[in-house]
């Protein structure tokens, strides 16, 4: 019987606000440089590759600090020279200020609904600490039953360790567990080795805003099933109450 929701993040659950217009202000406002869109769009590409290379080093409040100024100076060495003294103190709090995330509009409503047919929720995040800040600032966290990052396990999507402790959360079997994430790579795979079913979340191009674009925007898998947002979870979840569980056919 299915019992628990293990749910990624990024993609998933939120998304990256549009980074380029805030950069471009908190660089006016803070330092009176003017920089073009396509100049920070570029920095901030090079600054979410660093991050995506880093981000399990971040595992406390310390190793996050560190990081996120390391982050900074690779933005900084992305923006045009004219930025190439900016104080990285400051830079940083310009960075943060720039990035930030909210859900996705139907999630609250799914997550509130998946929980009251009795569902477990626990989040599974290729992220560093400050997953636990950002969905207590999108008004997640009261929503899910727990929190596993890759930074603080020392794990990463696809390895399936990650996977397996958020079961131990949970309190479930593989069996007992979806795994509704938006990449092929990380997701799919890692659900696959944990013994897990894998549902792949394919959002539009209308709902996938931000830096950077979820990677699930491929066709899924043959045998996986995919969703364009997660409201059928609610449909799903209430299949298995009802079925004592899981449900033939596509949730799609």
Same mark, same amino acid.
């Given at each position: 019987?299915?019992?628990?929701?293990?749910?990624?993040?990024?993609?998933?659950?939120?998304?990256?606000?549009?980074?380029?217009?805030?950069?471009?202000?908190?660089?006016?406002?803070?330092?009176?440089?003017?920089?073009?869109?396509?100049?920070?769009?570029?920095?901030?590409?090079? *600054?979410? $590759?660093?991050?995506?290379? +880093? +981000?399990?080093?971040?595992?406390?409040?310390?190793?996050?600090?560190? @990081?996120?100024?390391?982050?900074?100076?690779?933005?900084?060495?992305?923006?045009?020279?004219?930025?190439? *003294?900016?104080?990285? /103190?400051?830079?940083?709090?310009?960075?943060?200020?720039?990035?930030?995330?909210? &859900?996705?509009?139907?999630?609250?409503?799914?997550?509130?609904?998946?929980?009251? %047919?009795? %569902?477990?929720? #626990?989040?599974?995040?290729?992220?560093?600490?400050?997953? +636990?800040?950002?969905?207590?600032?999108?008004?997640? %966290?009261?929503?899910?039953?727990? #929190?596993?990052?890759?930074?603080?396990?020392?794990?990463?999507?696809?390895?399936? %360790?990650?996977?397996?402790? /958020?079961?131990?959360?949970?309190?479930?079997?593989? *069996?007992?567990?979806? +795994?509704?994430?938006?990449?092929? *790579?990380?997701?799919?795979?890692?659900? @696959?080795?944990?013994?897990?079913?894998?549902?792949?979340? #394919?959002?539009?191009?209308?709902?996938?805003? /931000?830096?950077?674009?979820?990677?699930?925007?491929?066709?899924? &898998?043959?045998?996986?099933?995919?969703?364009?947002?997660?409201? &059928?979870?609610?449909?799903?979840?209430?299949?298995?109450? $009802?079925?004592? /569980?899981?449900?033939?056919?596509?949730?799609?």
């Amino acid at each position: 019987m299915r019992r628990a929701l293990l749910l990624d993040a990024l993609g998933t659950l939120v998304e990256l606000e549009p980074p380029v217009a805030p950069l471009q202000r908190e660089l006016r406002e803070r330092f009176g440089l003017e920089v073009g869109e396509d100049d920070a769009r570029r920095a901030l590409r090079a *600054e979410i $590759s660093f991050y995506r290379a +880093h +981000h399990d080093e971040a595992c406390d409040a310390a190793s996050l600090a560190d @990081l996120r100024a390391r982050s900074a100076a690779a933005l900084r060495d992305a923006l045009p020279p004219a930025a190439s *003294e900016l104080p990285l /103190g400051p830079l940083t709090e310009a960075l943060l200020a720039a990035l930030r995330f909210r &859900p996705y509009p139907e999630v609250p409503e799914v997550l509130r609904a998946a929980r009251a %047919a009795g %569902a477990r929720l #626990v989040v599974v995040s290729n992220w560093d600490v400050s997953l +636990h800040a950002v969905l207590e600032e999108t008004r997640l %966290a009261p929503l899910v039953d727990g #929190v596993v990052t890759s930074a603080e396990l020392g794990s990463a999507k696809p390895d399936p %360790a990650i996977l397996l402790r /958020g079961l131990a959360l949970a309190d479930v079997a593989a *069996e007992e567990a979806v +795994h509704v994430g938006d990449s092929v *790579e990380h997701d799919v795979a890692g659900a @696959l080795a944990a013994g897990i079913e894998p549902l792949l979340v #394919v959002r539009t191009a209308e709902t996938a805003r /931000g830096l950077p674009a979820p990677d699930g925007s491929v066709a899924p &898998p043959p045998g996986v099933r995919a969703i364009a947002t997660l409201r &059928p979870l609610v449909e799903l979840v209430h299949a298995w109450r $009802s079925c004592g /569980g899981a449900p033939n056919g596509s949730a799609s």
